[in-house]
């Protein structure tokens, strides 16, 4: 059980392009989704996190116009990265939780690599 | 400015060695940390820790946590070459749900 999915695995697209990344829950009910980014050699950083039906909560120095973050329903949450360019590229893990449940009970998606040219 | 640092940045070593990797953090509301194994895709979990002193143990895998001194080591015995990973330490903080704060990471190559 707990798993979450994310699609897609693997986007390539155009600078100034936008590109949605789906996030979701399969077996159970996320009341929190997290996204973080990981660069090359690098570890994961938080990017915001995201509670069901209310705004996105984002961390210092990640712009919340443009990475759109949607959380519209209890088992899928979306990131939209807007006008993307190169120094966008990167792997984007989303994790999930449910009420009540401890840390360490987030459970990640597989991740997506994009990398725009 | 919550933070968690972790040593080595990498390591090389051959099959059957035993491998000691730390993680130290400095962080506000501390509740738990954790440890987590990254290959190629999303990290995989290990540990929590939330305790000082007592040891978690899974398999050739083990971990303590030093609530005073603030850090955590992972030990790997008898290493195989698919211990061959990425190993994260990540700092649990806050009252609720939170997003983890994670350490840059080992890479531990495990030479045959």
């Known amino acids: 059980g707990a798993v979450v999915s994310q699609h897609p695995s693997w986007v390539i697209c155009k600078s100034g392009t936008s590109v949605k990344i789906e996030c979701r829950s399969l077996d159970f009910q996320a009341t929190t989704m997290f996204w973080y980014r990981q660069f090359p050699k690098q570890s994961l950083m938080l990017m915001a996190t995201s509670n069901e039906g209310s705004k996105a909560t984002y961390e210092q120095g990640v712009e919340k116009d443009k990475f759109l973050i949607n959380h519209a329903s209890l088992t899928l949450s979306t990131l939209t990265v807007t006008s993307a360019h190169p120094e966008d590229s990167s792997f984007y893990i989303c994790?999930?939780?449910?009420?009540?449940?401890?840390?360490?009970?987030?459970?990640f998606g597989p991740g997506t690599r994009l990398t725009v040219l | 400015e919550d933070k968690v640092v972790q040593s080595p940045l990498s390591l090389v070593v051959h099959e059957g060695d035993t491998v000691t990797l730390n993680c130290s953090y400095e962080?506000?509301?501390?509740?738990?940390l954790l440890w987590y194994k990254q290959e190629k895709k999303a990290p995989t979990f290990l540990f929590m820790l939330t305790s000082s002193g007592i040891e978690k143990k899974s398999g050739r895998l083990s971990s303590i946590l030093d609530k005073k001194e603030l850090f955590s080591i992972l030990n790997i015995t008898a290493t195989q070459t698919g211990d061959s990973a990425i190993y994260l330490c990540?700092?649990?903080?806050?009252?609720?749900?939170?997003?983890?704060?994670f350490g840059k990471g080992t890479h531990l190559i495990i030479q045959p």
């Open positions: 990540a700092a649990v903080t806050g009252g609720g749900a939170d997003g983890l704060t």
């Open positions: 962080v506000t509301n501390f509740r738990s």
């Open positions: 994790s999930a939780t449910f009420s009540g449940g401890a840390a360490y009970t987030q459970y």
